[in-house]
Nanobody
């Protein structure tokens, strides 16, 4: 019941920046935790960053100091600002949203993924 639309992925050289966006829509009463995950070829999906409704954020050690997660509660949107990108950041990035439906049911929704390629 929750749809996620992602944008901002692409090809960038090492040291460059990208900004990912994800908009949640549907029969949503409230959006709770929002986050970003990534999966590199041949590897398991891993947590990149999460952000609570109050703005508290958590980051994987590998991206601390380089990535920044933020959200716009009025528009049900989460962002991931990625700076100082490295080739090891190359992966498919997935948006994740936890939300409440109109009957207070819980949703854990995923975007289709957006490709980020960092060249050396």
């Amino acid at each position: 019941q929750v749809q996620l639309v992602e944008s901002g992925g692409g090809l960038v050289q090492a040291g460059g920046s990208l900004r990912l966006s994800c908009v949640a829509s549907g029969r949503i009463l409230r959006v709770n935790v929002m986050g970003w995950y990534r999966q590199a070829p041949g590897k398991q999906r891993e947590l990149v960053a999460t952000i609570s409704t109050g703005g508290s954020s958590n980051y994987a050690d590998s991206v601390k100091g380089r990535f920044t997660i933020s959200r716009d509660n009025a528009n049900n949107t989460v962002y991931l600002q990625m700076n100082s990108l490295k080739p090891e950041d190359t992966a498919v990035y997935y948006c994740n949203v936890q939300a409440r439906g109109l009957r207070l049911e819980s949703y854990n929704s995923w975007g289709q993924g957006t490709q980020v390629i960092v060249s050396s």
